[in-house]
């Protein structure tokens, strides 16, 4: 199976930083990576998938990049309502389509 | 509108078995790839099974194969996962959502809690 890992695991800022968050998979994933948004006792929110390709509604200081096995998700001008925990998937090799361990973003 | 509504968790025993449905609407379920996802108490998020369209194909993580089975019933919108043989590892949060192959799950039920204790 592929394994993913994020850096940081925890990470700390301030409404309007601009904030990136790394996910590294055990093998190469060519640009097959999505990210998803996930707040407190509700279900994960897609936000970017083949990479960079921001879903329709996702607001646009949302932003992805990478290919291979090192992948970036970044937040410019935090905002509020962006303080959750994220996860990057790999959805190159599937089964299974593997998560990463998360990355919580706290204020 | 899509909605994606799971049911039937609950707390059981060790070894005990337990069938998860998910109803979907608003999209077309019958052309869609259906997953199951968990996410035990304070942890991360687990891809557990899969199912393809018509069915025919299903697919598990380690952690669940040989106790878990995935099935579907497109004439109800609707796809299962029949848990037995649980143990307190099973303890979770089940997600169902669609599954967009290369592209990940745009469509998430809210989650129904197993939890396996005695």
């Known amino acids: 199976d592929i394994h993913l890992t994020q850096s940081p695991s925890f990470l700390s800022a301030s409404v309007g930083d601009r904030v990136t968050i790394t996910c590294r998979a055990s093998r190469d994933l060519d640009s097959y990576l999505a990210w998803y948004q996930q707040k407190p006792g509700k279900a994960p929110h897609l936000l970017i998938y083949t990479a960079s390709t921001l879903r329709s509604g996702v607001p646009s200081r949302f932003s992805g990049s990478g290919s291979g096995t090192e992948f970036t998700l970044t937040i410019s001008n935090l905002q509020p309502e962006d303080f959750a925990t994220y996860y990057c998937q790999q959805l190159n090799n599937y089964p299974p389509y593997t998560f990463g361990q998360g990355t919580k973003l706290e204020i | 509108e899509v909605q994606v509504l799971e049911s039937g968790g609950k707390l059981v025993q060790p070894g005990g078995s337990l069938r998860l449905s998910c109803a979907a609407s608003?999209?077309?379920?019958?052309?869609?790839?259906m997953a199951w996802v968990r996410q035990a108490p304070g942890k991360g998020l687990e891809w557990v099974s899969g199912i393809s369209e018509s069915g025919g194909s299903t697919y598990y993580a380690d952690s669940v194969k040989g106790r878990f089975t995935i099935a579907r019933d497109n004439s109800k919108n609707t796809v299962y996962l029949q848990m037995d043989s649980l143990r307190a590892e099973d303890t979770a949060v089940y997600y169902c959502?669609?599954?967009?192959?290369?592209?990940?799950?745009?469509?998430w039920g809210q989650g129904t809690l197993v939890t396996v204790s005695s």
């Open positions: 608003g999209f077309t379920f019958n052309s869609s790839v």
């Open positions: 959502a669609n599954l967009r192959l290369g592209r990940g799950s745009d469509y």
